[in-house]
């Protein structure tokens, strides 16, 4: 059975424009049926990496809390801290990030930014999920305490997923620091002696007591070490990476593995939105933004994550590529523009696997609403 995707163009008129367009939107695909009074609900967005331009427009996502707060809902912006050194990478840093970015208190109508898995990325809850690669994922805390779950993508292309929408929002996006990690590698951190200046501030900080120092340089002990991923951001020199050693499938059925463990207590209590806007080729953690590979298309609403990321991707293949991207392939519309991007990368296996585990369908209804306009009355 397929799934309903609503669709929205970017049409407006002086009768509807965009944000009311996009009201109307979320309304259609049920966020009152989804929603009831005093629903703590988290809104999981991407506030943008520093420097980074293609996030979604702020006046867009108070249009989202805006219509959540119709339904008598009490909603909060989230997002859980990056494994990677950035600006989001501790709640404070975080938070400041978002603030600049245009996510305030005041711009979202009284939506307070929450980050999900609090001051170091370590405030998470397990999940048992019981699945191919997982037995328990790693969730940040106020994802799974929220009694709903608004997510709202930015879908473009990523390096090691071929696209990001919602299934990396929720996946990739609410794991704690040790979820990331989980989801990226099998083994251990890895210290690049050459770098190292021995400050043992990654010992100093390591819960699991796994770091400790040789010969004036940081060495883990693999035994002990658990995965959080705390070293990572501890280092000032950025001595300690991640083993980038996963196949590229096994990182795409973890971060699905992970999908299902944030969505496991949300089951009816979840609504799924993708901007296909300012369709950049890599990740908004990129301090930076380059040139889109197709034109603005719209905006999607689903209450089925495998649907809407299928719909978002067949959107974009249609396209026609824009001149000045760095595609050097697959132009022409119904050519795969994310294959294009990245060669190696089959995005579609994730989708596969995710109807697999029972997240959804990647059958979809594309139902597209129209733009609102007025009628000349009767003798002009």
């Given at each position: 059975m397929?799934?309903?995707v609503f669709?929205?163009d970017?049409?407006?008129?002086s009768?509807?424009?965009?944000p009311?367009?996009?009201?109307?939107?979320?309304?259609?695909a049920?966020?009152?049926?989804?929603?009831?009074?005093e629903?703590?609900?988290?809104?999981?967005i991407?506030?943008g990496e520093?420097?980074?331009?293609?996030?979604?427009?702020?006046?867009?996502?108070?249009?989202?809390?805006?219509?959540?707060?119709?339904?008598?809902?009490?909603?909060?912006?989230?997002d859980?801290?990056?494994?990677?050194?950035g600006?989001?990478s501790?709640?404070?840093?975080?938070i400041?990030?978002?603030?600049?970015?245009g996510?305030?208190?005041?711009?979202?109508?009284?939506?307070?930014?929450?980050?999900?898995?609090?001051?170091?990325?370590k405030?998470e809850?397990?999940v048992?999920?019981?699945?191919?690669?997982?037995?328990?994922?790693?969730?940040?805390s106020e994802?799974i305490?929220?009694?709903?779950?608004?997510?709202?993508?930015?879908?473009?292309?990523h390096e090691l997923?071929?696209?990001g929408?919602?299934l990396?929002?929720?996946?990739m996006g609410c794991?704690?620091?040790?979820g990331?990690?989980?989801?990226h590698?099998?083994?251990?951190?890895?210290i690049?002696?050459k770098?190292?200046?021995?400050?043992?501030?990654?010992?100093?900080?390591?819960?699991g007591q796994?770091i400790?120092?040789?010969?004036k340089?940081?060495?883990?002990?693999?035994?002990?070490?658990?995965?959080?991923?705390?070293?990572?951001?501890?280092?000032?020199?950025k001595?300690i990476?991640?083993?980038?050693?996963?196949?590229?499938p096994?990182?795409?059925?973890?971060m699905?593995?992970y999908?299902l463990?944030?969505?496991k207590?949300?089951?009816?209590?979840?609504?799924f939105?993708?901007f296909?806007?300012d369709?950049a080729?890599?990740?908004?953690?990129?301090?930076?933004s380059?040139?889109?590979?197709?034109?603005d298309?719209?905006?999607v609403?689903?209450?089925?994550?495998v649907?809407i990321?299928?719909a978002s991707?067949?959107?974009?293949?249609?396209?026609?590529a824009?001149?000045?991207?760095v595609?050097t392939?697959?132009?022409?519309?119904?050519q795969?523009?994310?294959k294009?991007?990245?060669?190696?990368?089959?995005?579609?296996?994730?989708?596969?696997y995710?109807?697999?585990?029972g997240?959804?369908?990647?059958?979809y209804?594309l139902?597209?609403?129209k733009?609102?306009?007025?009628?000349p009355s009767s003798?002009?």
């Open positions: 397929s799934a309903d669709f929205m970017l049409t407006a008129t009768r509807e424009n965009l009311a367009k996009l009201s109307r939107l979320v309304k259609k049920g966020i009152k049926k989804i929603l009831t009074k629903d703590l609900t988290a809104v999981k991407h506030f520093q420097g980074n331009t293609s996030f979604i427009r702020p006046v867009y996502i108070r249009q989202v809390i805006q219509a959540i707060r119709e339904t008598k809902a009490t909603p909060f912006l989230t859980a801290n990056t494994l990677y050194v600006s989001r501790d709640a404070v840093s975080h400041k990030t978002a603030v600049e970015n996510f305030s208190y005041s711009s979202m109508d009284g939506a307070p930014v929450i980050i999900a898995d609090g001051l170091l990325g405030s809850t397990r048992q999920v019981d699945l191919k690669h997982c037995n328990t994922v790693y969730i940040g994802i305490t929220a009694d709903g779950l608004v997510s709202v993508a930015h879908f473009k292309g997923a071929g696209f929408g919602t990396k929002n929720l996946g794991a704690s620091r040790r990331k990690l989980d989801q590698s099998n083994v251990n951190p890895r690049k002696r770098t190292c200046i021995g400050c043992a501030q990654c010992a100093e900080h390591c819960p796994a400790t120092l040789k010969e340089k940081a060495y883990i002990n693999k035994t002990l070490c658990i995965g959080c991923g705390e070293c990572i951001v501890r280092c000032p020199t001595s990476n991640i083993n980038w050693n996963q196949t590229v096994i990182f795409l059925e973890k699905m593995e999908t463990g944030v969505l207590n949300k089951r009816g209590k979840a609504l939105i993708n296909i806007t369709i080729p890599k990740c908004d953690c990129l301090p930076y380059e040139s889109p590979i197709v034109s298309i719209g905006v609403a689903s209450t089925d994550p649907a990321d299928q991707a067949d959107l974009v293949n249609n396209q026609r824009l001149p000045g991207s595609l392939c697959n132009f022409d519309p119904g795969d523009k994310f294009g991007l990245y060669p190696s990368v089959d995005w579609e296996h994730q989708l596969d995710a109807e697999k585990i997240l959804g369908t990647r059958e209804t139902k597209k609403i733009t609102l306009t007025y009628k003798g002009h």
